[in-house]
């Protein structure tokens, strides 16, 4: 069982930078593929990064790429979401999640990901 807190999130003025952590419980975190999607509201819940259990493969979404940066501390159990250059269109609930399934690929897909944390709102103002 894993269990994922955030922090992080708040309002922030366009073009600014939030860092979102995910820290997780258990000693099973470094087994895990970790990722961040985020819902805004009236919309399906969209993939947002993802990184590989040693952090070596990461992959973005297009819209976030180069804007982006996910890591992770595997010693601290904890991954971020470095976000900078926010746009009103960032604005969302974010989520973290953890993918236990130990493929050979980093997912993309929110179905394959099996614990997720309560979610951290961000809000971009224009």
């Known amino acids: 069982q894993v269990q994922l807190v955030e922090s992080g999130g708040g309002l922030v003025q366009d073009g600014g930078s939030l860092r979102l952590s995910c820290a997780a419980s258990?000693?099973?975190?470094?087994?895990?593929?970790m990722g961040w999607f985020r819902q805004a509201p009236g919309t399906e819940r969209e993939f947002v990064a993802a990184?590989?259990?040693?952090?070596?493969?990461?992959s973005y979404a297009d819209d976030v790429k180069g804007r982006f940066t996910i890591s992770r501390d595997n010693a601290k159990n904890t991954v971020y979401l470095q976000m900078n250059r926010l746009k009103p269109g960032d604005t969302a609930v974010y989520y973290c999640?953890?993918?236990?399934?130990?493929?050979?690929?980093?997912?993309?897909?929110?179905?394959?990901?099996?614990?997720w944390g309560q979610g951290t709102q961000v809000t971009v103002s224009s």
């Open positions: 990184i590989s259990r040693s952090g070596g493969r990461t």
């Open positions: 258990g000693r099973t975190f470094s087994m895990n593929d």
């Open positions: 999640a953890a993918d236990s399934s130990r493929t050979p690929y980093v997912s993309r897909q929110y179905h394959e990901y099996d614990y």
